[in-house]
């Protein structure tokens, strides 16, 4: 079995400050893990994944992750924030082997960005 | 241009009226799947499909069937909607190859209400 806690449904921050958006996982098998946006009144687009390379990953838009095996996290951040990040963001996984090919999203956090 | 496209985007039907929600794809992926997206809840698995006659259930199927046989398409059916189905739903795809979903590529949503 498997899935995701995103810590906060809702985050707040202020144009040019740090943005830290929380995933942690389980997982019977090593994951892969991914983090989408979503606009609003748009489907959901990739940010960056996590497929056993590189712990670190650099997204889009100047977001990146860490993958942190002892503490089950995946979480995103980016330095500095812009008004136009503000989405929902959505951390998910799935299995990178077992055959088992079903994926997992968290609940979602909304970024609001004040200006 | 690669994309996934779901037709209808909004659907307001009765409780027990049968519809399918259609979905194609045109970048030849084997992975398809369907979410539901509700305020709170995220997006949660309704089915997927790792090819062509292969299918699988995700962790909400109840009251809803698919099918896989071809490549590109993966409709949704309801058989008999009820109001509980009412949500916002998303196809999406990606590649695969017998291992594990990588990125995937959504759908732009459709909106149903059953009343």
């Known amino acids: 079995a498997q899935s995701v806690t995103q810590l906060g449904s809702h985050v707040s921050v202020s144009e040019g400050a740090l943005v830290l958006l929380r995933c942690n996982y389980s997982?019977?098998?090593?994951?892969?893990l991914f983090w989408y946006v979503q606009y609003p009144n748009q489907g959901l687009q990739l940010l960056l994944k996590y497929t056993s390379a590189a712990t670190l990953v650099k997204g889009i838009n100047g977001f990146e992750a860490e993958f942190k095996k002892s503490e089950t996290s995946f979480h995103l951040t980016k330095p500095s924030a812009h008004m136009s990040d503000a989405a929902e963001y959505f951390c998910?996984?799935?299995?990178?082997?077992?055959?088992?090919?079903?994926?997992?999203f968290g609940t979602g956090t909304k970024l609001q960005v004040i200006p | 241009e690669a994309q996934v496209t779901q037709n209808p985007r909004y659907l307001i039907t009765v409780t027990g009226k049968k519809l399918t929600v259609t979905c194609s794809q045109n970048m030849n992926h084997e992975y398809m799947s369907w979410y539901r997206q509700d305020p709170g809840l995220g997006l949660r698995q309704i089915y997927y499909?790792?090819?062509?006659?292969?299918?699988d259930k995700g962790d909400v199927p109840e009251g809803y069937k698919v099918s896989r046989k071809e490549k590109r398409n993966f409709p949704l059916i309801l058989e008999s909607p009820s109001p509980n189905q009412t949500s916002l739903y998303f196809c999406?795809?990606?590649?695969?190859?017998?291992?594990?979903?990588?990125?995937?590529?959504f759908g732009p949503g459709t909106r149903l209400t059953v009343l």
């Open positions: 499909s790792m090819n062509v006659e292969v299918t």
């Open positions: 997982s019977s098998v090593p994951p892969y």
């Open positions: 998910a996984v799935s299995p990178a082997s077992g055959g088992y090919q079903k994926v997992t």
């Open positions: 999406a795809s990606s590649t695969a190859g017998g291992g594990p979903p990588d990125t995937q590529y």
